[in-house]
Structure formats: structure tokens, C-alpha cells
């Protein structure tokens, strides 16, 4: 693998992490990789922006690529860390052991965390939005924003080439190979990448959503030519296409008010399902074929048979969710109730929400659900619970309630 000329002076560097059993932050599948990105930028002075952390090959394919430039660790003068997450900074120890006085820039929440996190105390430099960095010939501007991921984090522009490296900022999963940039990707790949984006997004910044929109208006001055995220994809045909993708996820669960609110949402229903022994399920095949008569298109997801990362994705953007559950031991079934654990830690909020289920003996799961949903200003329609089997009755009841909730989302 070969380091990717960007602009004059500038390369990108990457390791694609490829290992199928390889978890993002130890918890999120990685079923089509995910890229480490870092930049060198070289005026008189050469630059490192982000790093990587030693992961599989990471190291290898890091210092191949730094070789094929001609770019010793020993010659580095400054590293820029936009954002002190390790898997952008762990190799900070190795750069330092081979080059004791490399300068580190970072924010003044950076410059605290690498005090604790590394023990590193010398050749600090904290930055706030507005300042620069003179590397002889070419211009670095720093731009605090904060939360998009870390509270420390930073974007840094390149002035001369008009490049906005982004670190997790408008990144996504998915390994890249030999191609680094949008246009080298066909229609086909794109549409991969933006599957594995929003995934990202749900997983890792969706949280945040505030802060991504408060970024994006921080930036809107400037002349972005290219976006170079440190995961994924490096923009420099479309860059905006990126950004304004962002912010569409960012409204999935931030909305504007008044006639706005809830407007970026797709029309879609997200279900998400659990079935001890096919009773629920069976009640929820009438609710679906209630959505199917109006014709409003869904997801569906199994769980515990289908990886939580996947079922944030489709909740976040949906306008409507299924929640099809029976009561396990007078509470919510344990996967689901993770579930819905995981959407209020991610700010999956403002949904139309039908919640369905059987139970055995007695229920329990409608109590638990509606305490562990309070906060998450979902509209709940009803709740619809039978005791075993569903009747016919139940089942009829339930595909009305399928039309009812599919109606909602059509006319929202
Ligand atoms: Fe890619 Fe928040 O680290």
C-alpha cells in the first residue's frame, strides 16, 4: 500500500483494518473494515495530522507508507491531534520514543487529556478556533469542535490547499483499499460506504447531534475543497455531499421546531422484533401486513439475531418503529430491553412508536417499557398485548394498528 498524494505536499496514510472479528471501540462490528486516515502535510516543516493505533496491521502498513514518502519518524517537527480518541493517538508513544521532541498540538482539553492519558508534559502547544500553525510556506487553521466526537476535538484546515481534515467529523466505517477518494468509487461501493456512514454515525456520533450542526455553521465560511475524514472516505469531488449528509443525520434526531420538527426523518418504519416461541412474531406478521396495504417501506430486525450496531441505523433515521417484544419474567424481553437501553445512550428520539407483544402468565413488559421510554419523546401509539397465541380478533386489531401507525409516518 502506497501513501496517496492529495496536494502538493500533502499525503494521506492509511491502515484498513480488515480483521472481521475486530470490534470499533471494542463493541461495534466491523463486517466490511474500517480505515485509520492520517495525514502528512509538509511545508518547511512536516506535519502529522492524527494518528492510528496499533491494530492487526495497522503498524505495517502505517511505516510502509511513511517509507514510500521518503518520511522518517525522526523528521516529523509537529503531530496535530484533532482528537485524543486512542484510535488516533496511541502511536503518539512509539513517535515520541523515536522522536523525543516532536511537537504536539492539540487543544487545551486535548493538551489536559495527553498529560493523563500519556504522561507527556513537554512540547505542548494548545490551540483554540482561529489560531494557526506556520509550517514555512503553508498555513494550518485550527477549529475547536468540541463533541464531534470527544470534547476536546478540533478540525484543522489547510489554508494553500483548502483542505478540512475532519478526524471522525463526516467519517464512516468501511475499509478502502487501494482507493482513497469519492470519485475512484462506483455508484455500487457509494452505496455501501453510505450504509456503513450512517451505521457509524448511529453508533458513534448520533449522540452528538447537536454538536455536529453547531460545527457545521462554524465552518460554513470556509472554502472546503476537500474533506479528508480519519475514517473513510477522503472527499475532494463532492465534498459538500458529505457535509450535507451530516447534517441530514444530525436532524434525524435533533429537529427544528414548529413545522420542522421531525421533517428530516425518512418515511420509513424500523421494526425490531423478539419471539420466544413465535407467538409474537405471529401478531407481528398482521401488523406488517397492515404497513404493506399502505405501502410505507420498513426494515425489520431480529434480535438478539441481529447485531444492535445495524438496528440503531435504521431506528435513527425512521420516523416510525415496531417494537415487538413478549414479557420475559414479568419484565421486557432482556435483548429488546438492551435495545432500548442503546437508543436512549444514542438519542434515538422522536419516533411514532407501535408496541406489540404476548405474554405467558402474567405481563410486565408494557410497566418496564413505558418507564425505560419515558425520556425519549417517542409518540406512543398503542400497546397492544395478548395473553399466548394471538386470536383472530387480535389479529385484526393488529393490522389496523400496522395501517394506523403506517398511515401516521405516510402523512407526517
Ligand atoms: Fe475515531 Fe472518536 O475516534
Not at 421533517?263 to 418504519?269: A, G, P, T
Not at 420466544?276 to 434480535?303: R, W
Request: charged share 25%; aromatic share 10%; hydrophobic share 35%.
Amino acid at each position: 500500500m502506497k501513501a496517496i498524494q492529495i496536494s502538493s505536499g500533502i499525503y494521506s496514510i492509511h491502515a484498513d483494518i480488515d480483521d472481521k472479528n475486530a470490534l470499533f471501540e471494542g463493541f461495534w462490528p466491523l463486517p466490511y473494515g474500517v480505515t485509520l486516515n492520517s495525514y502528512i502535510v509538509q511545508g518547511e516543516k512536516t506535519c502529522l495530522i492524527d494518528l492510528f493505533k496499533e491494530w492487526s496491521d495497522s503498524l505495517a502498513q502505517y511505516e510502509e507508507q511513511l517509507i514510500s514518502i521518503g518520511v522518517k519518524l525522526e523528521d516529523i517537527d509537529c503531530v496535530v491531534l484533532n482528537h485524543l480518541e486512542p484510535d488516533h493517538t496511541d502511536y503518539l508513544r512509539e513517535l515520541r520514543r523515536r522522536n523525543p521532541k516532536v511537537q504536539i498540538i492539540s487543544t487545551e482539553k486535548g493538551v489536559a487529556m495527553l498529560q493523563k492519558f500519556f504522561g507527556i508534559s513537554e512540547n505542548l502547544r494548545s490551540v483554540k478556533t482561529g489560531d494557526t500553525l506556520d509550517l514555512g510556506g503553508r498555513t494550518l487553521t485550527f477549529y475547536e469542535t468540541p463533541n464531534v466526537h470527544w470534547p476536546e476535538t478540533m478540525m484543522t484546515f489547510d489554508n494553500e490547499s483548502e483542505i478540512l481534515f475532519s478526524c471522525d467529523g463526516f467519517g464512516s466505517y468501511g475499509s478502502l483499499g487501494e482507493k482513497v477518494f469519492d470519485d475512484e468509487f462506483s455508484a455500487e461501493e457509494h452505496l455501501k460506504f453510505e450504509k456503513e456512514c450512517l451505521r457509524y454515525y448511529s453508533n458513534i456520533v448520533a449522540s452528538f447531534s447537536p454538536f455536529v450542526k453547531k460545527a457545521v455553521e462554524k465552518l460554513a465560511d470556509l472554502k472546503i475543497k476537500v474533506v479528508a475524514p480519519s475514517h473513510g472516505i477522503i472527499w475532494r469531488s463532492e465534498p459538500k455531499k458529505v457535509i450535507e449528509r451530516y447534517l441530514r443525520y444530525a436532524g434525524y434526531n435533533t429537529p427544528g421546531s414548529g413545522q420542522d420538527q421531525g421533517s428530516s426523518l425518512e418515511k420509513e418504519i424500523c421494526i425490531v422484533w423478539s419471539s420466544m416461541y413465535g407467538y409474537t412474531k405471529k401478531g407481528l406478521d398482521a401488523v406488517i401486513e397492515g404497513i404493506k396495504e399502505i405501502g410505507v417501506p420498513f426494515s425489520i430486525h431480529q434480535l438478539p439475531q441481529t447485531n444492535f450496531s445495524f438496528v440503531l441505523a435504521d431506528a435513527l433515521k425512521s420516523a416510525g418503529l415496531v417494537i415487538a417484544m413478549p414479557t420475559y419474567e414479568y419484565k421486557m424481553f432482556p435483548p429488546m430491553a438492551h435495545f432500548i437501553d442503546l437508543c436512549g445512550r444514542k438519542h434515538i428520539t422522536g419516533k411514532k412508536v407501535l408496541r406489540i407483544g404476548s405474554w405467558g402468565w402474567v405481563g410486565g413488559a408494557k410497566k418496564e417499557y413505558e418507564t425505560s421510554t419515558a425520556a425519549l419523546n417517542w409518540e406512543q401509539g398503542a400497546q397492544i398485548e395478548w395473553q399466548g397465541i394471538p386470536s383472530e380478533e387480535t389479529l385484526k386489531i393488529l393490522k389496523e394498528q400496522g395501517k394506523d401507525l403506517a398511515l401516521k409516518i405516510k402523512n407526517s
